[in-house]
Nanobody, 125 residues
């Protein structure tokens, strides 16, 4: 089992930046691909970004490409989502997820076995 805990959310003005963290506990986190998803009120949970077990492969939703950066620190067992040039439409609850799988990380929610509780990101225009 892997337990995930997100942090770093908050209120920011449009154009600003936030960095989300996802800390893992339980079984070794180095053997899991990781992803970030988000869910806005009244909408489906959607893919944001993902990173492979090695960190060599990353994948981004078109809506955040060039603005968000996902990274991982295996020693600290933490995955980060650096969010720059934030827009009002980025407002959502952001969830961290993990999957015990190799290869290119998936954009599908069903591929991920473990989920955090979420952290709120609110961007004012």
């Amino acid at each position: 089992q892997v337990q995930l805990a997100e942090s770093g959310g908050g209120l920011v003005q449009a154009g600003g930046s936030l960095r989300l963290s996802c800390a893992a506990s339980g079984r070794t986190f180095s053997g899991y691909a990781s992803g970030w998803f988000r869910q806005a009120p009244g909408k489906e949970r959607e893919f944001v970004a993902a990173i492979s077990i090695s960190g060599a492969i990353t994948n981004y939703a078109d809506s955040v490409k060039g603005r968000f950066t996902i990274s991982r620190d295996t020693v600290k067992r933490t995955v980060y989502l650096q969010m720059d040039t934030l827009k009002a439409e980025d407002t959502a609850v952001y969830y961290c997820a993990a999957a015990p799988s190799y290869g290119t990380p998936s954009t599908s929610r069903t591929w991920y076995a473990y989920w955090g509780q979420g952290t709120q990101v609110s961007v004012t225009s």
